[in-house]
């Protein structure tokens, strides 16, 4: 069981948005940045989103992160089906003295 | 263009150590502000960060994890070296080598390597 609760599947049409939730508490996501990877099937996870709402170099603008006290979210909008993929929000827990991933989301884009 | 590749055995037995190596282009492991990481993940399930290394040789362990882990680097040869003790079948998973972007007040894990999968076994 992770210590980040995801909903472990979301799936849409191409061109639609979709929202991801990530959830942790006041020793991870409360006091500390969010990541999200994306991890298409057969590769590495690729950093998607860094400090809640930063996106690295090349990552399309279609991709963006936020987060709210405890909880926090990714959105992709106008969908493509090379969107298909697992993505995992990760954040450090101060308690835990450890990096802590959500369970990951499957993404499906039909 | 920063690059990590993972290289190692793909089978080990139960009880036996596992050495990891990690060689990487494209970064200084002697350049401030810069580390490197590993991170497993088993077949299916989600990410777990195992340990990392610093430019200034500071080592930080996974606390579930970290009497059986040991990191190391070699500058020179721009390798990072995992030890992990006493494997088990729950130690199956695909391991991942990351460079480590340290900004001060934060870091974050921005490349990755493209792992490599060992499965414990008799």
């Known amino acids: 069981q992770s210590v980040l609760t995801q909903p472990p599947s979301a799936s849409k049409t191409p061109g639609q948005r979709v929202t991801i939730s990530c959830s942790g508490s006041t020793s991870n996501i409360g006091s500390n940045y969010v990541y999200w990877y994306q991890q298409l099937p057969g590769t590495a996870p690729k950093l998607l989103i860094y400090k809640n709402n930063q996106r690295p170099s090349g990552v399309p603008d279609r991709f963006s992160g936020s987060k709210s006290g405890t909880s926090a979210s990714l959105a992709i909008s106008g969908l493509r089906s090379e969107d298909e993929a697992d993505y995992y929000c990760?954040?450090?827990?101060?308690?835990?003295?450890?990096?802590?991933f959500g369970g990951g989301t499957k993404l499906t884009v039909l | 263009q920063i690059t990590l590749k993972e290289s190692g055995p793909t089978l080990v037995k139960p009880t036996q150590t596992l050495t990891l190596t990690c060689t990487f282009s494209?970064?200084?492991?002697?350049?401030?502000?810069?580390?490197v990481g590993w991170i497993r993940q088993p077949p299916g399930k989600a990410p777990e960060w195992l340990t990392l290394?610093?430019?200034?040789?500071?080592?930080r362990y996974s606390p579930s994890l970290k009497s059986r882990l040991t990191i190391t680097k070699d500058t020179s040869k721009n390798q990072v070296v995992l030890t992990m003790a006493n494997m088990d079948p729950v130690d199956t998973a695909t391991y991942y080598c990351?460079?480590?972007?340290?900004?001060?007040?934060?870091?974050?894990?921005?490349?990755w390597g493209q792992g490599t999968l060992v499965t414990v076994s008799s």
């Open positions: 990760a954040a450090w827990d101060n308690s835990l003295s450890s990096w802590v």
């Open positions: 494209g970064f200084s492991l002697s350049t401030s502000g810069v580390g």
């Open positions: 990351a460079h480590v972007l340290w900004l001060g007040e934060y870091y974050y894990f921005d490349y």
């Open positions: 290394i610093y430019w200034d040789d500071d080592k």
